[in-house]
């Protein structure tokens, strides 16, 4: 069946500019993640999302990012005046349970490059 | 969060056992230790999850002691696909919401 997907796989942008990750889980996932991984590192969490809310979004590292996942499917992730430290793969997974336990399925994330 | 530290990279040749092992001596009683498996541009993937003494399925092995201190997740006869980074991840935060991962064992598997 299908995995989860993400789109674009690639965003190249201008500091200051606006961006949309958008994540499609696993069909019937309820729990889904946003990471972010930089070069040598491992994925950082960001976000997690049970249903519509977001139930932990501890992860965000201030207030120009935001998600939505407003019918408990596809979510996106969304940076606001970007800067070049936020360039980093973003990688958003998905699982069918309501723990971190609960095996997460990755998509191939998108390659987010700020000029 | 339990602290873990893993070996940066290993190398290995193809047809060898890969033993990797992961130290995580705050470890609490309530967590579970996890291995995921991450391919180059690609996001990780789940290998095996163990609480104590051994779990075993088709891609691997994971070993860990009573003491739950550390853990070792064993690779057999590992081909070149096998290179990847892998993360050994103990516990989840507070929330029990999000997974550590840290910088994980880089394998690099050679003919």
């Known amino acids: 069946g299908a995995g989860v997907s993400q789109t674009p796989s690639n965003k190249v942008t201008e500091k200051g500019k606006y961006v949309e990750l958008r994540c499609d889980p696993i069909?019937?996932?309820?729990?889904l993640y946003w990471y972010r991984q930089s070069l040598g590192q491992g994925p950082e969490f960001l976000i997690y999302?049970?249903?519509?809310?977001?139930?932990?979004d501890s992860g965000l590292p201030n207030d120009r990012f935001f998600a939505v996942r407003p019918e408990g499917s596809v979510s996106t992730l969304k940076i606001q005046r970007t800067e070049r430290g936020d360039s980093a793969v973003y990688l958003c997974?998905?699982?069918?349970?309501?723990?971190?336990?609960?095996?997460?399925?990755f998509g191939p994330g998108t390659r987010l490059t700020v000029l | 969060l339990a602290k873990t530290t893993q070996p940066i990279s290993m190398d290995s040749y193809e047809g060898q056992e890969v033993n990797i092992t992961c130290s995580h001596n705050?470890?609490?009683?309530?967590?579970?230790i996890t291995w995921y498996q991450q391919f180059p541009s690609q996001g990780p993937r789940f290998i095996i999850q163990?609480?104590?003494t051994k779990v075993t399925n088709e891609v691997a092995s994971l070993f860990i002691p009573a003491d739950r201190k550390s853990s070792t997740l064993s690779l057999p006869r590992v081909s070149l696909s096998d290179t990847a980074v892998y993360y050994c991840?103990?516990?989840?935060?507070?929330?029990?919401?999000?997974?550590?991962f840290g910088k994980g064992t880089s394998l690099l598997v050679t003919p």
């Open positions: 997974a998905s699982s069918s349970g309501t723990s971190a336990y609960n095996e997460q399925f």
């Open positions: 069909s019937g996932h309820t729990a």
């Open positions: 999302f049970q249903g519509t809310g977001a139930a932990d």
């Open positions: 705050n470890i609490a009683t309530n967590d579970y």
């Open positions: 163990g609480y104590k």
């Open positions: 991840l103990v516990g989840v935060s507070n929330s029990g919401y999000a997974l550590n």
